[in-house]
């Protein structure tokens, strides 16, 4: 392995064109990085590409879809060495009982929550060995404490954190950390109003009330400590909540 290997500080970013995505790209410009976002987003992606200059190049990419995956892989290794991924891609659809949910809103979370997270994993495993990298999920508070109306949601992130921990366990003694970050209430410009299929009353009624939701920014921050860490220094999981938020179920809302 070269020096530069080990050294170079390359992320690829997926679900980089909003959200938590998007800032994390930001956060890890902003600290030196270079950084190759993969999203959907065409439109989005390159206008994050016209406002960060020449360290942030992109590639088109659907994780669901294992041909677009595996182009945007090559052209990313293609590139050079990759010290970390950051997998941000991900969603909510529904928040409907389990007796009555949709079986295309399930397939849906899994497929990008799940085998999206996955796939990239996979393909990008050998070149995070190679410059001794880390492997950041963003998964949920909802893969640890489920709630009503959240099955779908709760069981594949619940599927996302217990791969991480299992990568975890069967890359001990190899030199590759694994990082799972799982946010609580996050107020993001798309993630509910995407859960509730465009309804904005809806979207907006789960933060109204709230002080101080997180925002992108705040897991953003979390993504470049846990990655700036020193190599030999796992941090296995962070749980990051805003302060009026104790669970799913005990939250502070101004009356």
Partial sequence: MTESKKTVKRAVVTGASSGIGQASVRALVDKGWKVVGLARREDNLKALADQLGQNFTYEVCDVTDEDSTQAAVDAVLKGGPVKALVNCAGAAFGKDPVATSSLDDWRGMYELNVIGTLRVIQKLLPALKES???????????????????????????????????????????????VDIAPGLVHTDEFSLKRFGGDSDRADAVYAGVPDPLTADDIAGCVTWALEQPDTVDIDQIVVRPRAEGSYTKLYRRS
């Fill in 132 to 178: 001794e990298g880390t492997v950041l999920v963003i998964s949920s508070t909802a893969g640890i404490e489920p709630y009503e109306g959240g099955g779908g949601y709760c069981a594949s992130k619940a599927a996302e954190r217990v791969m991480a921990r299992i990568l975890r366990l069967e890359l001990i003694g190899q030199p590759v950390r694994v």
